[in-house]
Nanobody, 119 residues
Framework: QVQLVESGGGLVQAGGSRRLSCAAS????????MGWYRQAPGKQRELVAF???????NYADSVKGRFAISRDNAKSTVYLQMNSLKSEDAAVYYC?????????????WGQGTQVTVSS
């Protein structure tokens, strides 16, 4: 059974930092893409960042230069370091795993962790 368990959310002041973690189990962590998405109230879920199996990263324009995604294959964990947080970063953050299949890929999601930014 695949499980993605996020942690690290909470209340942070604007301009502050927070690190989210996502521990994976039940999948071959070292292959495939790991990503972070977020969803604010009344908005669609959006991609924040992803990291490939060989370490290539991609970020949403809104977080470039402030957020950093990384992965530790030995710990089956992906991280999202968030710096210079803004009020618009407040959302539920979801961990995502994308694994290749014969016909394409399969996605798995965590339960989400809330990040609240106070001004």
């Amino acid at each position: 059974q695949v499980q993605l368990v996020e942690s690290g959310g909470g209340l942070v002041q604007a301009g502050g930092s927070r690190r989210l973690s996502c521990a994976a189990s039940g999948i071959s962590f070292s292959i495939g893409v790991m990503g972070w998405y977020r969803q604010a109230p009344g908005k669609q879920r959006e991609l924040v960042a992803f990291i490939t199996s060989n370490g290539d990263t991609n970020y949403a324009d809104s977080v470039k230069g402030r957020f950093a995604i990384s992965r530790d294959n030995a710990k089956s964990t992906v991280y999202l370091q968030m710096n210079s947080l803004k009020s618009e970063d407040a959302a539920v953050y979801y961990c995502n795993a994308r694994r290749p299949t014969m016909g394409g890929f399969r996605e798995y999601w965590g339960q989400g962790t809330q990040v609240t930014v106070s001004s």
